[in-house]
């Protein structure tokens, strides 16, 4: 019996994503500046919390998370029936685009970003076109004339890898073109939180549009990446659709328990900007006195370093000090000359920096 799988999924290439398990390593006590999480790492609240539930694992969850859904409504100030939640931000990701996206589909995204709304569109189908830009500010008006007719337009505020912010009043100029082509504008908030300087977060204007969807997660803000809790806020319309096609039980009960105590505690947030601010000052001061490298500005927790160097032979060398940083050059629009590096604790900053200063 011959078994055949569709030739877009046959020719498919999965993302490849920072974080320890990234590398075939058995290297043990690795400092993990790959992904981009709090470096204050997830409230003890959350941890309490799932070792006094841990004993209800044996039961299901809601299957419409109903608890975590308004412990929502209270944090983003949000109707429930303008929120989905999910098993990570990447399912709704995809499930965005497998119920918003068909064949040729005009597509557009700025470029380098995220590698996962490419990957999502690509199996639908999707017509792509790309724009390639390091400040998608700096392009506005070029990048709004690119703006398709009846298609989707992806958004990372700030931007994965480059770490550019978008200030909302020039978001909401590509929102309001975006609804004259009957397009909706997708817009990845998930570092949003961690941006010490301000507020450019367009939540409130999720019931004046129509065209808008925002991705929210709590992997960054709140440091749980392996528990898998992602969310959404838009219209009550897309909402709607979006759990329909929702896998029943995506968001498990350890999740759930774990997201309602993180909500619980925004103080967490306020602590980690606090940290982020001073210990991104020190890692670009310290960095951009080294021979060979650059820090390209950011707004948030994580910093896009160019390197004279080839990336993944740095990354080598880092790892042997037990060190990992990401390498860039899978990121559409970068080269093996970029690498990026999370801010954390100022204990871990000095390894790093004392780790690059080796590698000249």
Request: charged share 20%; glycine share 4%; net charge positive.
């Amino acid at each position: 019996m011959k078994i055949k799988a569709k030739t877009l999924i046959k020719t498919y290439k999965p993302i490849v994503h920072g974080g320890l398990l990234s590398k075939d390593t058995s290297i043990s006590g690795i400092l993990d500046f790959s992904s981009n999480i709090t470096p204050i790492g997830m409230p003890n609240q959350v941890k309490n919390t799932i070792k006094r539930q841990i004993g209800k694992i044996e039961n299901y969850p809601d299957i419409h998370s109903s608890k975590l859904l308004l412990a929502l409504e209270k944090y983003t100030k949000q109707s429930s029936s303008n929120l989905i939640v999910g098993n990570g931000a990447i399912e709704i990701i995809y499930n965005f685009c497998n119920t918003f996206l068909s064949k040729n589909t005009p597509v557009l995204i700025p470029v380098p970003t995220f590698g996962e709304y490419e990957a999502a569109s690509k199996l639908n189908t999707s017509k792509i076109s790309f724009f390639k830009t390091m400040d998608l500010t700096k392009n506005l008006n070029t990048f709004i004339s690119k703006i398709p007719k009846n298609g989707c337009i992806f958004i990372c505020n700030p931007n994965n890898p480059t770490g550019k912010l978008i200030r909302k009043k020039n978001l909401l100029h590509i929102i309001r073109k975006a609804k004259k082509h009957n397009s909706i504008v997708f817009v990845d908030e998930c570092f949003i939180e961690l941006v010490p300087q301000s507020n450019e977060s367009i939540i409130s204007s999720v019931k004046k549009f129509d065209n808008i969807l925002v991705l929210r997660s709590l992997t960054k803000s709140f440091g749980l990446a392996g528990i898998r809790i992602g969310y959404a806020i838009s219209s009550k319309y897309i909402i709607s659709i979006l759990k329909k096609i929702k896998i029943p039980w995506s968001v498990n009960l350890m999740a759930e328990y774990a997201g309602i105590s993180a909500l619980n505690n925004p103080s967490h947030i306020l602590k980690s900007k606090s940290i982020i601010k001073k210990e991104y000052n020190f890692l670009k001061n310290k960095i951009s006195m080294i021979d060979g490298l650059e820090c390209i500005n950011s707004s948030t927790n994580f910093i896009l370093i160019k390197t004279n160097q080839d990336s993944t032979k740095l990354q080598k060398k880092l790892l042997e000090k037990k060190i990992l940083v990401r390498d860039c050059k899978n990121f559409y629009g970068l080269n093996n000359h970029f690498i990026r590096i999370a801010v954390k604790s100022h204990k871990d900053n000095l390894k790093l920096v004392k780790a690059l200063e080796k590698t000249k």
